[in-house]
């Protein structure tokens, strides 16, 4: 069975951090380019960042540059989005999302992607 499912999401305080993953079954993750995606209650899905498969190059949203880093372990076929200095404004759903190959645009479309995941909740608050 084909699917994303993220996970590590919850509560901080904000300045503080926390790693979320994304766990890739029924596919080759390394052949894929990952997009990270969040959604705050009454606004739209905003693309985060991206990894493309193809050369390895990441980009980020202004508004988290500097502040998040995506990687990637191919041997436990997941990915990861770190951030730091997490603010309040980042609460949000944060999924994730695969496309095959190389990425189409630095910022692709969410229905640019053939597979995507359920979504894990960050809440930055005191």
């Known amino acids: 069975q084909v699917q994303l499912v993220e996970s590590g999401g919850g509560l901080v305080q904000p300045g503080g951090s926390l790693r979320i993953s994304c766990v890739a079954s029924?596919?080759?993750?390394?052949?894929?380019?990952i997009g990270w995606f969040r959604q705050a209650p009454g606004k739209e899905r905003e693309g985060v960042c991206t990894?493309?498969?193809?050369?390895?190059?990441?980009h980020y949203s202004d508004s988290v540059k500097g502040r998040f880093t995506i990687s990637r372990d191919n041997a436990k076929n997941t990915v990861y989005l770190l951030m730091n200095n997490l603010k309040p404004e980042d609460t949000a759903v944060y999924s994730c999302?695969?496309?095959?190959?190389?990425?189409?645009?630095?910022?692709?479309?969410?229905?640019?992607?053939?597979?995507w995941g359920q979504g894990t909740q960050v809440t930055v608050s005191l």
């Open positions: 999302a695969a496309m095959p190959g190389r990425l189409v645009d630095r910022f692709p479309d969410w229905g640019d992607y053939e597979y």
């Open positions: 029924g596919f080759t993750l390394e052949y894929y380019s």
């Open positions: 990894y493309d498969t193809r050369d390895g190059r990441t």
